[in-house]
């Protein structure tokens, strides 16, 4: 029944030239950015692995020890291998293993950068206080969680 409707809708749309829904431009570009943004951080979590694992920027804790201590709980890795928490890995980029969290934090931080360029923006212009409201409430709630304020974050 449900591939019928479908089928009807997408007819009806080929035929009227008009769209199924009717979605504001400020959520299209939103979601264009998180697509294209995905793809980006993807691509960056993927050069910086090869260059860590291939030896071109040497890691902290080189791969190959990495296996040797996975039955290790987070805190007992962090003591045996000497690694930073929280956002000091930001001070260890010159290591293969810490510039893989570039990647990482640009997927994490995506939605916020999104959401700060595209619909706080628009919802304001737009005198849309609900919307508003909810857009701010949830950037400064990853801001927050990502902060490591409340202790959320980190190892």
Same mark, same amino acid.
């Given at each position: 029944?449900?591939?019928?409707?479908?089928?009807?809708?997408?007819? $009806?749309?080929?035929?009227?030239?008009?769209?199924?829904?009717?979605? /504001?431009? #400020?959520?299209?570009?939103? @979601?264009?950015?998180? $697509? &294209?943004?995905?793809?980006? !951080?993807?691509?960056?979590?993927?050069?910086?692995?090869?260059?860590?694992?291939?030896?071109?920027?040497? *890691?902290?804790?080189?791969?190959?020890?990495?296996?040797? $201590?996975?039955?290790?709980?987070?805190?007992?890795?962090?003591?045996?291998? *000497?690694?930073?928490? !929280?956002?000091?890995?930001?001070?260890?980029? $010159?290591? *293969?293993?810490?510039?893989?969290?570039?990647?990482?934090?640009?997927?994490?931080? +995506?939605?916020?950068?999104?959401? +700060?360029?595209?619909?706080? /923006?628009? &919802?304001?212009?737009?005198?849309?206080?609900?919307?508003?409201?909810?857009?701010?409430? #949830?950037?400064?709630? +990853? =801001? =927050? @969680?990502?902060?490591?304020? +409340? *202790?959320? @974050?980190?190892?």
């Amino acid at each position: 029944m449900a591939n019928s409707q479908l089928a009807k809708q997408q007819v $009806n749309t080929a035929v009227t030239n008009q769209p199924l829904m009717n979605v /504001p431009a #400020e959520q299209v570009a939103y @979601a264009k950015m998180i $697509n &294209y943004g995905q793809w980006l !951080g993807l691509a960056v979590l993927v050069v910086t692995f090869l260059l860590y694992v291939t030896g071109m920027v040497p *890691g902290m804790v080189h791969p190959s020890e990495i296996a040797q $201590n996975w039955h290790l709980s987070a805190h007992e890795y962090l003591e045996v291998t *000497g690694s930073p928490t !929280g956002w000091e890995w930001l001070g260890m980029l $010159n290591y *293969g293993n810490f510039l893989s969290l570039l990647g990482v934090a640009w997927l994490g931080g +995506l939605t916020i950068i999104a959401y +700060l360029i595209f619909l706080v /923006p628009a &919802y304001l212009k737009q005198k849309d206080i609900a919307f508003f409201t909810i857009a701010i409430t #949830e950037v400064i709630v +990853l =801001v =927050v @969680a990502a902060s490591g304020i +409340l *202790g959320s @974050a980190g190892h």
